[in-house]
């Protein structure tokens, strides 16, 4: 169907991706904008609030520069405000943590590749894992094997914090095979050396499994009900009929399944991140959930907005590059264009 | 509608089994609590007996009533969220998919922006500018929750809607000269029905996920007792640590089942837009009866429908 590759407004594979570009960037400037507004009309004013609780617990600088970031006092206009907080965003200045005293920028920066290793290696491993075994059980449906599918219906609802707190109650408070929480030894101080490095890697086993446990149910479901529905595609009976080996005919299937959890993944990025959040919560684990959930606690908002800014920011990146994968994914996309 | 096979499935049927007792509860559970949740009189760790069925927390609560208690609020705020979040979907999904045009550009554009900003983020931010007070009413929560969590029915809402506005049916109702929001109501509404059904399950369990865990990181006020505020308390009492199985398991657990009751149900619905999943949606026993071979066959994926001829003489 050659008039898939085109999209209802008529639309080629490569205007298309331009198009899911453009909406990302509307959305990052729909963030920053929100980010703006809300503090400076939540009803009970929220900010005139903290900096009665912070006067003389803090430096007068800090309040100052508080005021300035959230336009309190200044008698300037909305406009002025919102181009001046557009201008210290451009620069990369994020404002000043409340609680930690240096730069938003600064405090994020050392956290985030916490974050994103465990989360990334952990979104990766549990989609292979979970496309894989959905074509296995796609391939096998109406079999015993079956029994997965409530299993793993199961799975997926069961919450995360809680599949979290009993796998370290099993695996680490119990059986002690795994070190209770942390990022690393304590012992240890952070540096390239293979004993550090390892150590990382020891005490990221169980987060990881706990991630990958969570989210690979999902993957797993779809791409079955995928496998389902392409192995009684012509196509597949054609490839049958030839006398192709069940390993190839599986193949093809599969990789014509996938298409659509390969569309899904730019969905299912947001969501994700927002529960892989809690991971380290859970674990005790460094990084951006971490700061998160302090800063709310804290009521350290330009932590809160900058981690917003980032956490957005980040999930629309990795949003876009979900959508690049499928224009190179999927043929259709770009024969379009030579049409 | 005799075709309507939903209730038949084991499946869906064990799920509204599930859906119906927590439902139950959500109306008769704070009555049959057999304590205070909040009274802390009681002997502290026990394990599960006759006297606390699933014993008692750190500090001296007993679960069950915490459990029961906790029930209520949960569902409310999910069903709540879900309701609104699906009637703003429905509305926006409508509207863009039979107008068009510059709403169709607008309302996707809104819905695209919902659906790329990460939800529980964007939550805890507007959860802590809200005033204390609001913090603590599951109704504000359950609202901002909608907020969030509508996009994605919307999206698939209007393109079921583009899908059928140039149908026969429409197209006659349209020369007829029916009002545009009776045929969206009446001639398009019906037809989207499961699509509509499946987003509200899927708003609802998105809703009770989110609100618990709103309520396990403490963003919630933590004295309202829900399934989120219980594991707030078994996780900063160290409960995992102490090997306090009977503290964590109920709450956890609940939300499973409801998230599997609402899931399995959400399968029939599938099964029923689409009839391919349906016949392996059968036991091996069920396909023997209906007459269909043991192993399912490539590239035939057998639709059962209601059949004249007996299946015994056929097999």
């Keep these: 169907m050659a008039s898939n590759s085109i999209d209802e407004k008529g639309n080629h594979g490569v205007t298309t991706l331009l198009r899911r570009l453009a909406i990302y960037l509307f959305t990052a400037w729909t963030t920053i904008t929100v980010n703006f507004v809300l503090p400076r009309l939540m009803p009970g004013d929220p900010i005139q609030q903290l900096i009665g609780k912070l006067q003389g617990r803090v430096t007068p600088e800090m309040i100052a520069a508080i005021k300035a970031q959230f336009g309190q006092g200044l008698n300037q206009s909305m406009w002025t405000q919102y181009v001046h907080y557009l201008t210290q965003l451009l620069h990369g200045d994020l404002g000043v943590s409340i609680t930690l005293s240096s730069p938003v920028s600064d405090v994020l920066s050392s956290q985030i590749w916490w974050t994103v290793g465990l989360i990334g290696v952990g979104a990766v491993v549990s989609f292979f894992i979970g496309t894989a075994l959905g074509v296995f059980f796609g391939w096998t449906r109406g079999s015993r094997a079956d029994v997965v599918i409530p299993a793993a219906t199961f799975l997926q609802s069961v919450p995360y914090y809680f599949l979290g707190t009993i796998l370290i109650m099993i695996f680490a408070a119990t059986l002690h095979w795994f070190p209770l929480m942390g990022a690393y030894d304590p012992t240890l101080s952070p540096e390239w050396s293979w004993t550090y490095i390892a150590s990382v890697l020891r005490y990221g086993e169980l987060p990881l499994?706990?991630?990958?446990?969570?989210?690979?149910?999902?993957?797993?479901?779809?791409?079955?009900?995928?496998?389902?529905?392409?192995?009684?595609?012509?196509?597949?009976?054609?490839?049958?009929?030839?006398?192709?080996?069940?390993?190839?005919?599986?193949?093809?299937?599969a990789r014509n399944a996938v298409l659509p959890s390969v569309a899904n993944l730019a969905l299912t990025i947001g969501l994700l991140v927002s529960g892989s959040l809690l991971v380290e919560q859970i674990f005790n684990y460094p990084g951006v959930g971490n700061l998160l959930v302090n800063a709310v606690g804290n009521e350290d908002y330009p932590l809160l907005q900058g981690i917003f800014l980032l956490i957005t920011f980040t999930v629309l990146g990795a949003n876009f590059l979900a959508d690049a994968l499928y224009y190179v994914l999927d043929p259709r996309t770009r024969t379009a264009a030579v049409h | 509608m005799k075709s309507l096979r939903i209730p038949r499935s084991p499946k869906v049927i064990v799920g509204l089994i599930i859906l119906g007792i927590f439902v139950v509860l959500t109306v008769i559970g704070p009555w049959i609590a057999p304590y205070d949740p909040n009274a802390n009189t009681f002997i502290p760790n026990l394990t599960p007996s006759w006297e606390h069925w699933f014993g008692t927390t750190t500090l001296g609560q007993d679960v069950l009533s915490q459990l029961l208690v906790g029930c209520r609020v949960t569902m409310v705020v999910g069903f709540i969220a879900g309701l609104v979040a699906t009637l703003i979907s429905i509305a926006v999904g409508l509207a863009a998919g039979y107008m068009g045009g510059r709403t169709d550009e607008g309302l996707s554009l809104l819905a695209n922006v919902f659906l790329a900003i990460p939800g529980l983020p964007l939550l805890i931010v507007i959860n802590s500018y809200l005033p204390a007070g609001s913090q603590a009413n599951p109704l504000v929560v359950g609202l901002v929750i909608a907020l969030t969590g509508w996009a994605w029915?919307?999206?698939?809402?209007?393109?079921?809607?583009?899908?059928?506005?140039?149908?026969?049916?429409?197209?006659?109702?349209?020369?007829?000269?029916?009002?545009?929001?009776?045929?969206?109501?009446?001639?398009?509404?019906?037809?989207?029905?499961?699509?509509?059904?499946?987003?509200?399950?899927?708003?609802?369990?998105?809703?009770?996920?989110?609100?618990?865990?709103?309520?396990?990181?403490?963003?919630?006020?933590?004295?309202?007792?829900?399934w989120g505020t219980m594991m707030y308390w078994a996780q900063s009492n160290n409960a995992a640590l102490a090997n306090e199985w009977w503290w964590l398991a109920p709450p956890g657990v609940a939300i499973a089942l409801v998230g599997t009751s609402l899931a399995l149900i959400n399968f029939g619905i599938d099964e029923f837009i689409n009839p391919r999943l349906r016949a392996a949606g059968l036991s091996a026993r069920q396909r023997r009866r209906v007459g269909l071979a043991r192993r399912p066959r490539l590239g035939f994926t057998p639709v059962l429908r209601q059949s004249t001829v007996d299946p015994k003489k056929v097999s």
Excluded at chain 1, 217 to 226: K, V
Excluded at chain 1, 229 to 253: I, P, Q
């Design chain 2, 153 to 226: 029915g919307a999206r698939v809402l209007r393109a079921q809607t583009m899908s059928l506005r140039d149908r026969d049916f429409v197209e006659a109702s349209r020369i007829i000269g029916e009002k545009r929001w009776r045929i969206m109501w009446s001639e398009i509404g019906p037809n989207l029905l499961p699509i509509i059904a499946a987003s509200l399950l899927f708003t609802i369990l998105y809703a009770v996920g989110v609100y618990s865990t709103l309520a396990f990181l403490g963003l919630t006020n933590v004295s309202t007792w829900n």
């Design chain 1, 209 to 253: 499994a706990s991630i990958v446990l969570s989210s690979l149910a999902g993957w797993m479901l779809g791409m079955r009900n995928m496998m389902v529905t392409t192995m009684s595609e012509d196509f597949v009976l054609m490839a049958v009929a030839k006398g192709l080996s069940r390993r190839r005919v599986m193949w093809h299937a």
